[in-house]
């Protein structure tokens, strides 16, 4: 089988990348936002879609549910939902990412049954689905596991108070969606605050939805509305801004990132001061200028608005570099160090405590080595250790990166990077 990879040429001895970088929309708004066409009666258009690999594998299960997706502008796309959706998940593309588990409570909703596999997606931990599972159920719903598969029922889905076990961002925006097509009234206590659960809550809103405190713990849903169309603007993707932004400040020199939302990204932003970048902020773009001799600090990832989780990869590449030592510590997932024995191999100082906590030494030089992508983000993590290394670094795997960064190489050439995608031959 044909795979692809990244081949990197080092950037040390080579000029600073220079330009600007923009910003496409946000996976994690996105896919959401596909997901809701199912619980609309007419078509709705989502603006500013990015041509990522997770956002084809939605259109591939939703077109499989029924629902015609149609392009209809350069990133514009329609969805129209069928009058009666299929309930069963595709299993071989379900398994391939973690968003399809969002359409589990919209189709429930909708036709009173699902059945689809456990989720796939990034390798960075067990990613349980418990809190979506007892949501459902406290909702009415009867579960049935056969093997990798999850069967719900349902009559009739009733509104009802539920409190998460987990601030989960999918559960929280899956949940909001299913009690938008129920009769009476959900309240979700210890939701997650991730600014894309809002969006998704003023995009239904804006088609008839009655959705309070999406972006709080406390979101109060009265159901039961009929939703006909809308239409959805993604916002910039502030995960991909925070990864340019450790580009600009280990690489650059005048790079700008534009189509981004500062206002989103406060706990890298910090980050970066602290380690010595000097961040300016315009309304909608930043411009990063890493210091002479970077400087350590401590990152602990939290919820949002704390330092995100889907940085600390990317992020760990700065610490290599900073002189003094730096604490890592992941508090979302359990297995979101695994990466750091490749950064290991390339020739940074890296203690691992527990799965949760690294300690980096820094600065080293890092020398260019083959790895695979384990997951988006710590595959993004490799290119930019790759960037700054000596010599080649080949990073396998690249439909991990393609995943949620559209076409990376270009983008990151036309600033000055050298990125060859390479196919393999398997
Ligand atoms: N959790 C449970 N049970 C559940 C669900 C979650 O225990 O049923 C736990 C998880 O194990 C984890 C914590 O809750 O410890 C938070 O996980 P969450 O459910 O919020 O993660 P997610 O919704 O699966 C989304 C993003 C991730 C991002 C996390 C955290 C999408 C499609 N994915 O995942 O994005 O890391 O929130 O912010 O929105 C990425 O973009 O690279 C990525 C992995």
Request: charged share 20%; net charge positive; with cysteine.
């Amino acid at each position: 089988m044909a795979t692809s990879g990244f081949l990197i040429k080092g950037f040390s001895n080579r000029k600073p990348l220079e330009g600007l970088l923009r910003v496409t929309g946000a996976k994690n708004a996105v896919l959401k936002a596909q997901a809701a066409s199912v619980l609309f009666k007419d078509k709705i258009l989502l603006r500013n879609v990015p041509f990522i690999k997770d956002v084809g594998k939605m259109n591939e299960l939703l077109e499989d549910l029924g629902v015609v997706v149609e392009q209809k502008g350069k990133r514009s796309f329609s969805f129209n939902a069928p009058k009666v959706l299929k309930t069963d998940l595709n299993s071989s593309a379900a398994k391939l990412f973690r968003s399809s588990v969002v359409l589990s409570g919209p189709i429930l909703a909708r036709e009173g049954k699902v059945r689809f596999p456990h989720p796939g997606g990034c390798v960075i931990g067990q990613r349980p689905i418990d809190v979506f599972l007892d949501a459902f159920q406290k909702m009415g719903a009867e579960l049935k596991i056969q093997g990798p598969f999850y069967e719900l029922k349902a009559k009739k889905l009733k509104g009802t108070e539920i409190f998460f076990k987990a601030q989960s961002v999918t559960a929280t925006e899956t949940v909001m969606m299913t009690a938008v097509l129920v009769n009476g009234i959900t309240v979700l206590h210890n939701c997650a605050c991730e600014p894309e659960i809002a969006c998704l809550a003023k995009f239904l809103n804006s088609a008839g939805a009655n959705i309070i405190g999406a972006g709080t713990h406390t979101i109060i849903v009265r159901g039961g509305n009929v939703l006909m169309s809308g239409v959805f603007n993604t916002p910039p993707d502030r995960i991909e801004a925070g990864t340019f932004a450790v580009i600009a400040a280990l690489c650059g020199k005048n790079l700008k990132i534009a189509n981004c939302d500062p206002s989103q990204m406060g706990a890298v932003l910090r980050a970066l001061s602290e380690v010595g970048a000097s961040v300016e902020k315009g309304k909608n773009c930043l411009l990063i200028k890493g210091p002479r001799a970077l400087r350590p600090t401590d990152v602990k990832t939290n919820a949002y608005p704390g330092f995100s989780t889907d940085l600390q990869a990317p992020f760990s590449v700065v610490l290599t570099q900073a002189k003094g030592r730096s604490l890592l510590f992941e508090t979302i997932f359990e297995g979101r160090l695994n990466y750091l024995s490749d950064l290991k191999r390339m020739g940074a100082n890296i203690v691992a405590c527990d799965p949760h906590r690294a300690i980096i030494t820094g600065p080293t030089r890092l020398t260019g080595r083959e790895t695979k992508s384990p997951d988006l983000r710590a595959g993004l993590a490799f290119l930019i250790a790759g960037m700054v290394a000596d010599g080649d670094s080949l990073v396998n795997n690249a439909y991990n990166i393609d995943r949620g960064y559209e076409k990376i190489e270009e983008r990151l050439n036309a600033v000055g990077a050298n990125i060859k995608r390479i196919i393999n031959n398997e």
